[in-house]
C-alpha cells in the first residue's frame, strides 16, 4: 500500500529543526528494528527496541519507548511498518542524533521498504534484526560466514533497495555518496555525512570502490570483513539496515553507547556485549591502520577503532567513557620494580604531549608492561585508546593534569605519523627570580646558562647509602643564579657533558624539566627522578638567552639565591663581637653563624682536650667522650666498646676579641687544630706525658694574640634553668692580612657607594675613620696594611649589586640575609679579594674580575 | 727618625703632588745603583730612590723621604718589606689617604 511517508522529516530532525512532535509528526517507516536489552546489575533485562526510521530518502536510529514494546512483540509494528510518529523527542547525542519515541500510531503494519537506499544517519546500524529475532543479531560469526549473511539479508536487502549495486541512483549520489563509492561506482564523492568513514576507508585501505553495505559506520565494518573491493556484493552493498552482524563498534558507536546508556540504562551497551564477546576480543592493538583490512571472513571482529574523536588530553576525565588521543612521549620512565603486600610488581610510565599542549602521564602495571614498553618511543607520535584515567598521584607526577592514565591490557597504542602540530617538549619555563619566591618542594623547569660545574662528589646519607652529587650554576636573565644540584645519574651522564662545554669555554644553556625547589642554603633546585636535562635545546627561550648571556650576562653581577656553599647553611656574615650580643644572635630558633676576624686574647688550658672514641660511625669517628676502664682501656657509652687506645680531641676555650668588645668560645677538634697547630694528642702528651711545661707553654703563648678570622656558630642553648648564648668556632683561618685588606676596601667600596646611594652615614662609618688609625693589632706592625685593616664595623651591604639592596645601614641590625657575592665570580661566601679564582689586578679594580669558571668551593654537606 | 712632619702616603701618580714634601712610598726594587735604587712604585711607575740603604733590600721596600722630582725621592729611613707584600691594597691606600680620608692621615 502506498502511503506517503514525510519525505524530508529524516532530514529535518538531524538538523535539528524537527525536535519533537510539537514540531511535526511524521510519517516514517521502519526499517530497521532490533531488540536491545539491558542488564542492569540490579534489574531484570529491560527490552527496548530500537529503530530505524526512514523517511524514504534518509532514515534515523530512534527508540521505541517501553510502552510501545508491545507493538511489536506482537507484531504489529515489523520491519516495513509504517508510522505515524504521534509522540517523540530528538536528542542530540555524543553528536548522534537519537529519536525517542513515546508514541505512536501504526499506519501499515506491513510494507516494503520504500525508497532507495538510506543514509543511515547519526546512528550507527546495529547489526540489524529481524523481528523477533531476540536478541541476538544475526552474526557472522554465528553464521561463520559473511556470505551466508549476506544471503540471508538479501531478501531483505533485496526488496528493499531493487537496485543493483552498480547502478547510482540520485540519491545515491546525494547521500549515498559514500555507498556509491563502495559500490564500485566510481564515486570518489565526498561524503559529508561521512566523517567518520573516511578515516575508515583509509584505514582499511578501503578503496572508494569498496563495497560497504552500510553508510558511516559501517565503511569500517565492511573494511574489516576485508570485502574486496571487486566482490560484486550488491546485496551486501544493500544490507543497509540489517546489519551484518558485525559490531558496531566504530567510535562513533560507541557515544551512542552511552548515549543509549541514558535512556535504556546502558541498554544498548550489554546489549552490544554479548555481540562483541560472540565477536571476541576486539583485537585492537592489532590493528594497524596502514595494514589493508585482511579481515575476510574472519571470525572475530575486531572493533572499529576509527579515530575520528581525538580527545585533548586536557579534556580527559574518568567519566568519558571510551577516549582516544594522539600523542607524543615526551619522556619514558625506567622500567621499576616494587613490592607491595600484595606481591611483586612491575611498573613503567611515561609523559605524552599532545597538539593542545596537554600532558598527562601515563603509567602500566606487571603486564602491561611488557606489551608497552618497548613499544614506546620517545618522540614518537601514538594513538593511544582504552586505558583508565586516576586521578593523579602528585607526589611522582609532576605534570599539569588532574588525572593520570593507566593502562590496561585493553589499552591500545597505535604508532602513527608524525605529527607535526604535537610539540616536542612543553616547558614552562621560570625566571630564577621567580624561583626565589616559589615555594620549597615545587616542582619547576627552568632554563638558564651554566655558569660553573663543579665535580662530582659523593654524600654519604643519612641512611648509610653513597649517592653522587654534582652542583652546576645557572644564571638567567632575570639576574639571579641558582644552583643546581644533580643526583645520581645526572652527575654522570649529563654532568659530564656540561663539564666538558664548561672547560672548553662555552657556557652551555641547560633547560631542566620537573626539577624540584628545595630550601638549602636559600633556594635550590635539585633534580628528582624524572627530571629531565636539555642541553643547549633548540627553543626561542634558550637562543634569547645565550644572546644575552653574550652581550650582557657574562659580566653582569649575579646574585645568587643559593647562598654559598662553605658549611650548611652559613653565609659569610662578618660582623663584630659586639654585634652577637647587640644583635641577640643565638636567639632565635636556629643558629647564628657569622664570620668574626679577632684575637685570641685567652685561653683555658686546664681542659684543653678530651679523650674520645675512635670508633669510626660511617666515615666520622664516634668522638663520644670516652671513660677510663681503670684497666687502660677506654669505654664508650654510645658505641657501647672499650678500646685501648683512645683519641685525643680538643676542646678548647678560648676568648676572643675585636676592637669592640670579647667573647668566649670553643674550639673543637678541627677548628683547634687549625688554631694550636698541634694535634690534640701531641699536645696532650707535650704537657701531661712528658711534662715539659716549657715548650708547652711555649706553644700557648704563640697561640695567643695572634689574629684569625673565626667562623662562629652562635646559638642560645638551656644549662639548668639558664640561657647562654655559646659561640663554637667551626672554622678558624689565620688572617692573612693581605687578602683582608681586599676585603675590607670592598667593604670600603660598598660602603662608599652605598653613601652615594645617599644613606645616612651611619655611627659606623665615623667609627671606622676613627679607628683608621687604631692598627692596635696585637701583631705585625707594617703600618699602611694595617691602618687599611681598619676594623669592618659596618655592615656589608649583602648584594653585589649595590643599588639594589640599597645598603641599609643600622647601627644594630643588619639585614641578616645578606650575603657576600663575589663581583669577581658571582658566587657567594667570599668577595673577590678572596675570590679564587681572581686573577689579581693592579689596578685594584674589583669588580671586574673575570670569571673563570670552575673553582668553586669546596661544598661541606652535613656536618655543621 | 724626624717625626715632625708626617710622611705622606704617595704613589706613583700621587708623587707629584707632594714635591719637596715629606713622602713614603713602597716601591718593588728593580735595581739597585750606587748611590740609588731603581724601583717600581705600586702603580707601576718607575721611582727612582736617592741615596744609599744600609742594609742589603728585600724586593719590597719602604722609603721616607722629600720628593724631589715626580719620580725622584729623596731617601731618609729605608725598611724593607719582604718579598711578599699586596701592592695592590698598597695602591688602594695611598688613593684612599689622600683623596677621602686625608683628614685622617695629616
Not at chain 1, 373 to 386: A, C, E, P, T
Not at chain 1, 548 to 577: D, L, P
Not at chain 1, 711 to 721: A, R
Amino acid at each position: 500500500m502506498a502511503v506517503d511517508l514525510t519525505t524530508g522529516a529524516i532530514n529535518k530532525m538531524l538538523n535539528g529543526e524537527v525536535a519533537s512532535e510539537a514540531d511535526m509528526t511524521p510519517v516514517l517507516q521502519v526499517t530497521e528494528l532490533k531488540l536491545i536489552q539491558s542488564k542492569r546489575p540490579n534489574q531484570e533485562a529491560i527490552n527496548r527496541y530500537k529503530v530505524s526510521l526512514s523517511d524514504g530518502i534518509l532514515s534515523q536510529q530512534g527508540m521505541l519507548g517501553t510502552s510501545l514494546n508491545v507493538l511489536v512483540t506482537s507484531g504489529n509494528i515489523q520491519l516495513g511498518s509504517i508510522l505515524r510518529v504521534t509522540q517523540f523527542v530528538c536528542n542530540l547525542i555524543q553528536n548522534r542524533r537519537i529519536v525517542i519515541i513515546s508514541n505512536l500510531e501504526i499506519i501499515v503494519e506491513k510494507c516494503n521498504i520504500i525508497g532507495g537506499t538510506h543514509v543511515q544517519a547519526g546512528m550507527p546500524n546495529e547489526p540489524g534484526q529481524q523481528l523477533g529475532g531476540g536478541a541476538g543479531y544475526v552474526n557472522t560469526q554465528s553464521n561463520g560466514g559473511y556470505e551466508q549473511q549476506q544471503a540471508r539479508r538479501t531478501d531483505l536487502n533485496g526488496g528493499r533497495y531493487g537496485v543493483s549495486a552498480n547502478s547510482p541512483q540520485p540519491q545515491v549520489v546525494v547521500h549515498n555518496s559514500s555507498d556509491a563509492g563502495r559500490y564500485g561506482v566510481s564515486a570518489n564523492l565526498p561524503q559529508p555525512q561521512v566523517v567518520h568513514n573516511n578515516p575508515d576507508a583509509g584505514r582499511y585501505g578501503v578503496s572508494a570502490n569498496l563495497p560497504q553495505p552500510r553508510v558511516v559506520h559501517n565503511t569500517s565494518d565492511a573494511g574489516r570483513y576485508g570485502v574486496p573491493a571487486t566482490s560484486p556484493q550488491p546485496q551486501v552493498s544493500q544490507r543497509y539496515g540489517t546489519g551484518s552482524g558485525y559490531p558496531e563498534t566504530s567510535p562513533s558507536i560507541r557515544p551512542y553507547g552511552s548515549a543509549i546508556a541514558g535512556y535504556g540504562g546502558s541498554g544498548l551497551e550489554q546489549a552490544r556485549a554479548p555481540a562483541t564477546t560472540a565477536y571476541s576480543r576486539p583485537v585492537q592493538s592489532a590493528y594497524q591502520p596502514q595494514s589493508p583490512p585482511m579481515y575476510v571472513n574472519r571470525g572475530p571482529v575486531a572493533r572499529n577503532e576509527a579515530p575520528p574523536r581525538i580527545t585533548p588530553v586536557a579534556a580527559l576525565n574518568p567519566y568519558q567513557g571510551r577516549w582516544t588521543i594522539r600523542v607524543r612521549v615526551t619522556c619514558k620512565g625506567e622500567l621499576r620494580r616494587f613490592s607491595n603486600p600484595r606481591g611483586e610488581g612491575k611498573l613503567f610510565n611515561f609523559d605524552l604531549l599532545d597538539s593542545d599542549g596537554g600532558e598527562i602521564r601515563v603509567t602500566c602495571f606487571n603486564d602491561v608492561v611488557d606489551k608497552f614498553f618497548d613499544q614506546i618511543v620517545v618522540g614518537n607520535v601514538y594513538l593511544i585508546s582504552r586505558g583508565s584515567l586516576r586521578p593523579a598521584q602528585k607526589n611522582y607526577n609532576h605534570l599539569h593534569n588532574d588525572y593520570e592514565i593507566h593502562l590496561d591490557s585493553a589499552s591500545t597504542i597505535q604508532q602513527c605519523q608524525d605529527d607535526a602540530t604535537i610539540p616536542r617538549y612543553q616547558f614552562h619555563f621560570r625566571n630564577i627570580g621567580d624561583i626565589e619566591n616559589m615555594e620549597s618542594n615545587s616542582i619547576t623547569d627552568l632554563i638558564g646558562i651554566v655558569s660553573s660545574i663543579s665535580p662530582t662528589g659523593s654524600i654519604m646519607r643519612k641512611t648509610g647509602t653513597e649517592v653522587q652529587k654534582r652542583a652546576l650554576q645557572l644564571k638567567d636573565m632575570s639576574g639571579r643564579s641558582v644552583e643546581l644540584t644533580m643526583w645520581g645519574n645526572f652527575c654522570n651522564a649529563e654532568g659530564q657533558k656540561l663539564q666538558n662545554l664548561c672547560d672548553s669555554g662555552v657556557f652551555p644553556v641547560l633547560a631542566v624539566k620537573a626539577g624540584r625547589i628545595s630550601e638549602f642554603n636559600g633556594k635550590q633546585v635539585s633534580t628528582i627522578g624524572s627530571s629531565q636535562f636539555f642541553i643547549e635545546p633548540d627553543f626561542p627561550e634558550a637562543r634569547e638567552l645565550k644572546d644575552w648571556y653574550e652581550r650582557e650576562g657574562k659580566n653582569a653581577h649575579f646574585t645568587s639565591i643559593s647562598r654559598e656553599f662553605i658549611g650548611a647553611g652559613r653565609q659569610e656574615v662578618r660582623k663584630v663581637i659586639t654585634q652577637i650580643k647587640d644583635e641577640k644572635l643565638g636567639t632565635s630558633e636556629k643558629p647564628d653563624w657569622i664570620t668574626v676576624c679577632a684575637t685570641i686574647s685567652f685561653m683555658k688550658v686546664e681542659n684543653f682536650c678530651y679523650t674520645a672514641c675512635p670508633n669510626m660511625n660511617g666515615d666520622r669517628p664516634c668522638s663520644k667522650k670516652v671513660t677510663n676502664n681503670g684497666d687502660g682501656t677506654w669505654r664508650c657509652e654510645k658505641c657501647d666498646k672499650c678500646v685501648d687506645e683512645c683519641d685525643y680531641r680538643y676542646i678548647l676555650q678560648i676568648q676572643l676579641q675585636d676592637h669592640t668588645g670579647l667573647t668566649w668560645a670553643t674550639a673543637f677538634q678541627e677548628a683547634g687544630e687549625e688554631i694550636m697547630g698541634i694535634s690534640a694528642k701531641d699536645l696532650y702528651y707535650v704537657k701531661y706525658e712528658h711534662q715539659e711545661e716549657e715548650k708547652f707553654e711555649d706553644i700557648i703563648r704563640s697561640v695567643t694574640f695572634s689574629k684569625y678570622i673565626f667562623k662562629l656558630k652562635i646559638k642560645e642553648e638551656t644549662y639548668s634553668d639558664e640561657q647562654r648564648v655559646k659561640a663554637t668556632v667551626v672554622r678558624a683561618e689565620k688572617l692573612t692580612y693581605s687578602s683582608d685588606t681586599r676585603f675590607m676596601l670592598e667593604a670600603m667600596d660598598k660602603l662608599r657607594t652605598g653613601d652615594a646611594n645617599s644613606l645616612p652615614v651611619k655611627t659606623e662609618s665615623s667609627n671606622y675613620r676613627s679607628d683608621a688609625f687604631n692598627s692596635g693589632i696585637g701583631t705585625s706592625g707594617i703600618g699602611e696594611t694595617a691602618s687599611v685593616d681598619a676594623r669592618r664595623e659596618f655592615e656589608l651591604p649583602a648584594a653585589n649589586q649595590v643599588g639594589q639592596y640599597g645598603n641599609q645601614y643600622s647601627s644594630g641590625a643588619r639585614p641578616v640575609s645578606g650575603m657576600i657575592s663575589c663581583n669577581a665570580c658571582g658566587s657567594n661566601g667570599h668577595v673577590s679579594a678572596n675570590c679564587p679564582s681572581l686573577m689579581s689586578e693592579p689596578q685594584g679594580e674589583y669588580t671586574q674580575g673575570r670569571y673563570t669558571g670552575g673553582g668553586m668551593p669546596r661544598q661541606h654537606v652535613g656536618g655543621y | 727618625m724626624d717625626a715632625s712632619s708626617p710622611a705622606v702616603f704617595v704613589n706613583g701618580a700621587l708623587l707629584r703632588r707632594f714635591i719637596g714634601q715629606k713622602v713614603r712610598a713602597v716601591i718593588q726594587v728593580m735595581r739597585s745603583d750606587i748611590g740609588s735604587v731603581i724601583g717600581k712604585s705600586t702603580d707601576d711607575q718607575q721611582i727612582v730612590v736617592k741615596g744609599s740603604p744600609q742594609l742589603p733590600l728585600t724586593t719590597y721596600l719602604e722609603v721616607i723621604g722629600i720628593a724631589e722630582t715626580d719620580n725622584t725621592i729623596r731617601a731618609e729611613v729605608w725598611t724593607n718589606f719582604g718579598d711578599s707584600f699586596d701592592a695592590q691594597n698598597y695602591n688602594e691606600l695611598c688613593k684612599l689617604a689622600n683623596g677621602e680620608f686625608r683628614h685622617m692621615f695629616i
